[in-house]
């Protein structure tokens, strides 16, 4: 089963650091788009970072400048490096990647999501 972990949410205090990875665990024999969305307590998810199998990446205009969104195709993970963090930057971060398997499903799939917590 090919499925997509997400780790390294918390709390930090603003103007800190996080990072957080996707790892797509399975048989995969690749992964195309991938991205972070994001979902605020009472808003809908939006999309904060996209990049694409050969390293083009987009960003919501919140958070250009602050977040970067990088990958390495060899450990099937992608990462969302967030930087000088504001309070508005809390909530459920997603990962999305668009994934074929070794039997070639062309899958959209979703990590579990990861809270980020930006207070003092």
């Known amino acids: 089963q090919v499925q997509l972990v997400e780790s390294g949410g918390g709390l930090v205090q603003p103007g800190g650091s996080l990072r957080l990875s996707c790892a797509a665990t399975?048989?995969?024999?690749?992964?195309?788009?991938r991205g972070w969305y994001r979902q605020a307590p009472g808003k809908e998810r939006e999309l904060v970072a996209g990049?694409?199998?050969?390293?083009?990446?987009n960003y919501a205009d919140s958070v250009k400048g602050r977040f970067t969104i990088s990958r390495d195709n060899f450990k099937n993970t992608v990462y969302l490096q967030m930087n000088s963090l504001k309070p508005e930057d809390t909530a459920v971060y997603y990962c999305?990647?668009?994934?074929?398997?070794?039997?070639?499903?062309?899958?959209?799939?979703w990590g579990q999501g990861t809270l980020v917590t930006v207070s003092s």
């Open positions: 999305n990647s668009r994934v074929v398997t070794a039997t070639f499903s062309d899958l959209e799939l």
């Open positions: 399975g048989n995969i024999f690749s992964i195309n788009t």
């Open positions: 990049i694409t199998r050969g390293g083009s990446t």
